[in-house]
Every structure is written in C-alpha cells, then in structure tokens.
C-alpha cells in the first residue's frame, strides 16, 4: 500500500462515507485517478475490508477489526521497504520534531533501513519543504542533525502536513475513531471536519512528544463563537488530551475561519472586513480607479474570499487546486490587479500568497471588468451578398452571436446592391469568389466548417480593431541571442518609433521578476504597463529567424504588449479579444505558420490563408 493509498484509507476512517467529488477535491486528482485507488485500495485491503459505493457515496466496510489495526500497523515498516520517498520523508520529520535533541545522520538510516546517502537526500527535498514554515535543518559536527522552526505553530503545521497525513500508528488511528462522534455532533463539511480531526491529532502528538503550542499567527484573528456543540467537544477533548490552553482551543478550531459556517460570530466577521477594506483595498484604490472600478462595490464582491484566503494562508492551509496553474497568464489586467493586491496583503501581514490564491482573485478581477466593458459593446454588422439559404445564413447568424452581443445582418441581392449602400460591415459572406475593397470577405462555404468560421470571427474582430486605432499592431523579423535579447531589442524598436516611453523597459524588467508568459508553439507574451498616455494597446510581434531556447522550448514568436497606464471599457475588452487572438494562434498549427511568414504589405486576414 504507498502513502497516496494510506491517505485514502485515512479519509474513509475519519470521514465515514464520502462522494468521489470530495475524494478529487481532498487529493487534486481526477474521477479516473479517484476509480483506480478506490479499485488498488480494495486489491491491498483483501479480505480485511473493502470500500463499498452506494448511489453516490463511497465508505469502508471493514470485515475483520484486529487484521485491519495490524495491516495498519504494517504499513509503515512495509512502505520503507517499497521506498517511499513522501513516506520516508515524513517519518524523519517525525524523528526529528520528537527528538529534544540532535540526531546522527547514521542513527536515522539505521532506523529506516536505508543508506545515508538516501537520508541525505531525504534532507536536501526536507529542507525545501519546511523552509515555506519558516523552519531549517541545524547540523552540528559530532552531534549530527534537528530541526528548528521559528514558532511552535510552525512546528506544529509541519507535523500535521507532513507527518499526519502520511503515516499513521494503531494509536492514533484509535484516537481519531474515538473523536470521530462527537466531531460530528458539530455538523461540520466534509472538508472542515477533516481538517479540525487533523488538528486535534496533530496536538494530541505534539503534547505527546513533550511540546507545547504557545503561539498562533500575530495577525490570525478568531471571529468563530462556542456554542453547546463545540462546549461538549472541548469538554471532551480536555479528558483525552490533557491540559488544554485557549492557544490549543483557538489552533484546534480555526479551520472555522476558513468557510462561511452557522459558528461565524457576525459582529466579528464585520469588524475584520471593515479591517481588510482599509489595510489592502484602500492602498490600490487609485490604480483599481484607472480601469473605472469602483472599490466598494469590487470589494463587496471578493470580501468573503479574500478574509478566507487570508486565514488559508496564515495557517498554512492549502486552497484545493481546481483552476488550471496557467489561467492567470490569460488576463494580465487581472493578474496585475491581483499582484497588486497580493502585494499588499504579503507586505503587511509577513506571508506569502500563493499561485493558487492569486488564480482565484484574478477571476474574480476578469469576470467584474467583462462586467463593465459590456456596457459599451458597438453594433456590429455583417452582410450576406448573393443567392445564400435562409438556413445557412441562421446557422452563421447563430454562430456569430455567440461571439458579438449586438449583432446586426442585412442582406443583398448582388455585389451591385452592396456596393450602393455606405454602411460598415465588418463580415460580407458571399456565395461567390468576390473581392470587394477594405472589407473582409468569407466564402459562405465556410459556414460548412464551423471552426474556420470561429477563426475568421475572432481576426475580423481583430482586424477591425486595428482599424480603429485600439490596438496598434507591427511586425519585425529578429536574429536574437536570447528571449531577453528578443524583447529588449522590440522595445527599443518602439521607443525610437516613439510608441514607447524609456520606462516601459523597467516596468518590464519589473514584471519578469513575478512571472513570464509563454503560450504552446514556443509563443512568448512579455507585457508591461504603457505610461506613453497613447489610448490603444500596442502590440509588437518579433519573428525570430534563427533558434532560440526559452524555458526549454524553441521559440518563434515574441507577442510585446504596451496596456495603458489608463484603460477604458473599450481597452479592456481590446486587451481580452487579444490574448484571446494570441492564444488562437498557439492552438492553429496554420495560423502558426502563416504568422511565421507574416508579410507586412499585406492586412492581419493574411494569416487565415489555408484554414
């Protein structure tokens, strides 16, 4: 049994029944993943037990109580002897907090079976781990190794997250079934009531390796309340686990402070929102103000995550992964937003938010400016030129109001009829080869393929753009040394045309530091704000000509964005349509390679040539 498949065993032993929803969400895997441990969990148990699905709950029979305490109690000689490096790994770090005193290196591989060269390595992924707990790996010559954290509550949260959830004795197995009623009297999720078990064990072990916890986060603030559940469970509680502080009460509880809960005290929770508004919103309400957002009613939207990602973070909680890694490189208003406000929270409170956390708050940046920028949405028109079918001009019709929300169609009978009337049209689909000057024409032929058809909507949407000044758009072949090369060579490119004020390349330099973006198809997307007070989104595409690596992969295309300092509605949606495009063309192996040949005498549509 390895130590993914323990820590399944573990959540069916504390948590009773359990969906396959709560499964992938505990342990960021997918249904699949879910189906295979369930069915190599039901192999490794045999006869002991088995996990049993009803309509859409899972739960542990087991068939024989003593087997399954010693199948337990195996597993943790058993895992050594697989080389189970997580498993390994948590039982040092078991050693090491329980242990007063420094340990020889050789001691500990003796204990474990391995060599020293593995315990060593052991040590090297160790000290990454813990070093986010703000803890170390002290050596002293002749004495060996321990560990160190800076606060108990450090000390602690490494032993629940890396000790807790990967191993296991009969004892404590024991302890957790006997807490496991009374737990549930709290009609708790399924997420809390984990998380508040794993405290409680996690103090049980820390009072029993002769450790005190006598501290908690300086800015953690407590706003849930006692009421008669949580009264009989700390009674409870103070006969099992003896000595109980208000510091071990307030540890053992606050994953209440992580969800909205009936135990959430109301005039507390205000007074900590009102705290929250002025410490981090208020600091970026210029720069919130830039894109015409009003802070309070942003801040009204995001305030209930933004407490909670607050307290994940200041005890060491973990968000659950849902959102892919990458999805903030898609909207770089919203992630500079969300930098920002990170920014503020990490200097203030001494943490760090993570990747995740910041995920979140970029959707939720992205969805309130789509908000605003539907207000200002143009008409848009398309024509129909010649003997087209009703049901064909539908299906377009259908199509392309998925992508525009004020869509207008007119239909003519001939080019001859078009060509009287003095409309704007950004589409004319014809029913014949037709050229018909400074408008994009489209072959209603490719209604037959609705995927061309979504290309040509979203690089007329572009090319009509590009029209109106909203973005401005050129094109230069490059021989580079390097990515860095690449783009410092764009920009000067842009500074001497004039388009660029001399900053822009330390707001770029700035901005690399935090992240850098790279599409599939060896794209690359450096960005940066634009103090040039130009309104439009300039956008300077380099075409490397020789070979160049950039975090391993070759690259090709180097998409330079200038955002105004200054955004409109307008801008805002011009800057989404964009990254929108950019994607589309890492995606379209010919839009690729057309853009690779891109011939600057020629418009934008050029590159739509094949598909």
């Known amino acids: 049994m390895d130590s993914s498949l323990f820590k399944l065993l573990k959540m069916f032993v504390e948590n009773g029944s359990i969906t396959k929803q709560e499964i992938a969400v505990y342990n960021n895997i997918s249904f699949r993943t879910v189906d295979k441990r369930i ?5 490794a148990l045999g006869n002991t037990a088995h996990i049993s699905s009803g309509t859409k709950r899972f739960y542990l029979a087991i068939n024989n109580y003593p087997e399954f305490l010693n199948l337990e109690t195996r597993f943790l000689k058993g895992e050594l002897d697989l080389n189970d490096p997580i498993k390994r790994e948590a039982s040092i770090i078991n050693m090491l907090i329980k242990s007063a005193d420094y340990m020889p290196i050789d001691e500990i591989a003796d204990k474990l079976t391995v060599s020293r060269k593995v315990v060593n ?15 170390q790996i002290v050596s002293k010559a002749g004495k060996g190794i321990k560990i160190s954290f800076q606060t108990s509550f450090d000390e602690i949260c490494v032993l629940r997250s890396f000790v807790i959830d990967h191993i296991s004795r009969p004892d404590w197995l024991n302890f957790t079934s006997k807490i496991s009623v009374k737990l549930k009297n709290l009609n708790l999720s399924k997420q809390a009531y984990h998380q508040i078990s794993n405290n409680i064990l996690s103090l049980k072990v820390f009072k029993d390796y002769g450790l005190e916890l006598d501290y908690l986060p300086e800015y953690y603030e407590a706003t849930w309340v006692r009421n008669n559940s949580i009264n009989d469970l700390i009674s409870y509680l103070q006969e099992k686990i003896k000595l109980l502080t208000k510091t071990d009460i307030s540890f053992i509880f606050s994953p209440l402070d992580l969800y909205k809960n009936e135990y959430l005290d ?16 208020v600091p970026l309400k210029t720069q919130l103000l830039k894109y015409g957002i009003k802070i309070e009613t942003l801040y009204n939207r995001v305030k209930w995550h933004m407490l909670f990602s607050i307290n994940r973070t200041l005890l060491y909680t973990e968000i659950g992964e849902v959102l892919p890694r990458n999805i903030s490189d898609n909207y770089p208003i919203s992630l500079e937003l969300s930098l920002a406000l990170a920014h503020e929270i990490n200097s203030k409170y001494e943490v760090v938010i993570s990747k995740q956390e910041i995920n979140y708050y970029v959707i939720y940046f992205e969805m309130f400016l789509e908000e605003l920028s539907k207000d200002t949405t143009e008409q848009v028109k398309i024509a129909f030129v010649g003997s087209i079918r009703s049901s064909v001009k539908e299906f377009i019709e259908k199509k392309l109001s998925n992508v525009f929300e004020d869509l207008v169609t007119v239909s003519f009978s001939s080019v001859a009829d078009f060509k009287e009337q003095h409309d704007k049209f950004l589409l004319v689909f014809v029913d014949k080869p037709v050229e018909i000057e400074n408008i994009q024409v489209v072959n209603v032929g490719t209604a037959i393929r609705p995927e061309a058809l979504s290309i040509v909507m979203q690089i007329s949407v572009i090319e009509q753009l590009i029209k109106q000044e909203k973005i401005i758009l050129s094109v230069e072949h490059l021989q580079p040394t390097s990515y860095y090369d690449a783009v410092n060579k764009i920009i000067d490119h ?8 001399t900053d822009f390349k330390q707001n770029w330099e700035k901005r690399e530091k935090v992240t850098n973006n790279i599409f599939s198809n060896g794209i690359a997307i450096p960005h940066a704000i634009d103090n040039s007070s130009k309104e439009r989104i300039l956008v300077s595409v380099g075409i490397i000509d020789n070979k160049i690596l950039f975090k391993k992969k070759e690259l090709k295309l180097v998409f330079l964005i200038g955002i105004p300092e200054n955004l409109n509605n307008e801008l805002i949606d011009a800057t989404s349509r964009l990254y929108d495009f950019i994607g589309l063309i890492s995606r379209n192996e010919i839009l690729y390679n057309n853009f690779v040949n891109y011939d600057n005498s020629k418009e934008l549509i050029q590159i739509i040539e094949g598909v």
Request: glycine share 2%; hydrophobic share 30%; net charge positive.
């Open 266 to 281: 109301s005039k507390k929770i205000e007074l900590v929102l009102r705290k929250n508004y002025d410490l981090f919103f």
């Open 121 to 135: 390595k052991d040590l090297s992924n160790i000290k990454k781990d813990i070093s986010q707990y703000k803890g």
């Open 39 to 43: 069915s190599d969990l039901n192999k």
């Open 494 to 501: 842009q500074i001497k045309n004039n388009q660029l004020t």
